[in-house]
């Protein structure tokens, strides 16, 4: 759960960066950083907290140069620490690097352990650094070939760009879990995970970078450096479900379209009589457009959603806590009073928040509440960088439909099946060959190599 960007050839890198990651910052809000080049001297400024707070104008102005890149990082096993914020910055002898990283190697640990073997000094947690470890170590000489080199020892999830004098290389693992786009700002090349980044400062996107695919962004152009075979992609569906922003054009699909797409195929496979339907905000409101719409049940923003809550919200005092949910969502009587409500939300996790949702809305007067998912079940864990809980704190991970509706105590459930899902992302080709559905169907692409769960991957 990170977000990347970064920007060659331009005399504003480091602000143009900014406003990337803030585009970016729904991909991760734990800490942000930059780095840029100027006369092959590395600079970079990191902080835990979120890009509006962490970047002054004093500190984007210690940020000189004409490339930079940057990220934005959500954790939990990694730790949330300042050492495992990125980029990360290493003197090697082939020059300065610096790398952003969003993903999740499978073998991080194994290579972790390696590495550590042979002598390397870890400064973080995050199997990013691992990358670095191996550039730095290559027999290889020049930064390009070692990198090709680094990646090729790699496993798993990653969608990496690397500045180092003269160019930004940026790089997506042979499965192109994460997303990872290229684009075009008048003389200048930018990457980004997503294209909010390039909506907000003008750059128009030329194309993905391709799974296994290595590619240069340099002063004259774009130059494909190397491909690793893919045999077959595993795109994360995820991302379309909850984690990306809906005006972003993710895997050839707009996010908020797919979004709408999944609401009416809910719609198709779980009708049912209904007065309104409202979504949980925010990852729930396009679908709930889409079920509208092919439901011709009116839709109405029945809960709204406190923006200003952010995850270090505490509860003022012991004796008048519990305020649970309602600090984040609060109904609209007027909208849910003596209405039969569906209710949308992208999934449920453990169940416990769903339930507090569905009481609520009873407590403010709905005669019935119809939850519907705009996905199949969460059954199983991300190992791909995507932070799910354990599958046995996953509420689908042991329970059936129907136990789960009696705790979250709605009068009816439904969830998307999982060919429902694919065919809404379905853009030509098959989309079992292109799409990761683990976390719902158990079919995980790459197996993690190391003894399992035994040592925590970091989550990126
Ligand atoms: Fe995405 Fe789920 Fe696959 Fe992880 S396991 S990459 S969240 S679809």
Redesign the pocket.
């Known amino acids: 759960m990170c977000g990347v960007f970064g920007i060659t050839n331009h005399k504003d890198a480091a602000n143009l960066t900014y406003l990337g990651l803030y585009a970016l910052q729904h991909r991760g809000q734990e800490s942000a950083g930059i780095a840029t080049i100027a006369s092959g001297q590395m600079y970079s400024e990191r902080e835990m907290g979120h890009v509006a707070d962490v970047f002054t104008q004093e500190r984007l102005s210690r940020l000189p140069g004409y490339s930079a890149i940057g990220h934005v990082r959500y954790s939990t096993t990694g730790g949330s620490m300042l050492c495992n914020a990125q980029p990360i910055v290493a003197l090697t002898s082939k020059g300065p690097v610096a790398l952003a990283h969003n993903g999740n190697l499978v073998n991080g640990s194994d290579l972790r352990q390696q590495l550590e073997a042979e002598g390397a000094i870890f400064n973080s947690m995050s199997d990013t650094e691992a990358i670095v470890h191996l550039i730095a170590r290559s027999r290889e000489r020049d930064v390009e070939r070692a990198l090709i080199e680094a990646l090729g020892q790699c496993r798993g999830a990653y969608s990496a760009i690397v500045l180092t004098p003269g160019r930004i290389f940026a790089a997506r693992d042979t499965w192109g ?1 994460r997303p990872l786009v290229l684009g075009r700002l008048g003389q200048s090349l930018v990457v980004s995970s997503e294209t909010c980044a390039f909506d907000l400062i003008g750059a128009d996107c030329i194309r993905e970078v391709r799974p296994g695919e290595v590619v240069a962004l340099e002063a004259d152009g774009l130059r494909q450096v190397h491909q690793f075979p893919s045999e077959r992609q595993a795109r ?3 991302e379309h479900v909850y984690f990306a922003r809906p005006d972003s054009e993710i895997f050839g699909n707009n996010v908020a379209e797919t979004r709408e797409r999944f609401g009416a195929q809910l719609a198709r496979e779980h009708p049912v009589d209904a007065d309104v339907v409202i979504p949980v905000p925010d990852s729930g409101v396009f679908a709930a457009i889409g079920y509208a719409r092919e439901s011709k049940i009116p839709f109405e923003f029945g809960l709204v959603r406190n923006h200003y809550v952010g995850r270090t919200f505490i509860e003022p005092k012991q004796t008048i806590r519990n305020f649970g949910v309602k600090v984040k969502l609060n109904p609209v009587r007027k909208i849910i009073e003596g209405k039969r409500v569906v209710l949308i939300d992208d999934s449920i996790v453990r169940g416990t928040t769903s339930k507090k949702i569905v009481r609520m809305l009873k407590q403010f007067g709905a005669k019935e509440v119809h939850m519907r998912i705009s996905s199949p079940p969460t059954t199983g864990s ?1 190992y ?1 960088g ?1 932070d ?1 809980p354990q599958r046995r704190d996953l509420i689908a991970g042991s329970q059936s439909v129907e136990d789960i509706r009696q705790f979250i105590e709605a009068d009816s459930l439904g969830y998307l099946s999982e060919e429902g899902m694919l065919n809404a992302v379905r853009n030509g080709d098959d989309p079992h060959q292109l799409y ?4 719902f169907s158990g079919k995980y692409p790459v197996v993690r190599e190391e003894t399992q769960a035994t040592t925590e991957v970091g989550t990126e």
Do not use: S
């Open positions: 879990f994360c569906i995820f991300c791909y995507i799910t990761c559905t683990a976390c």
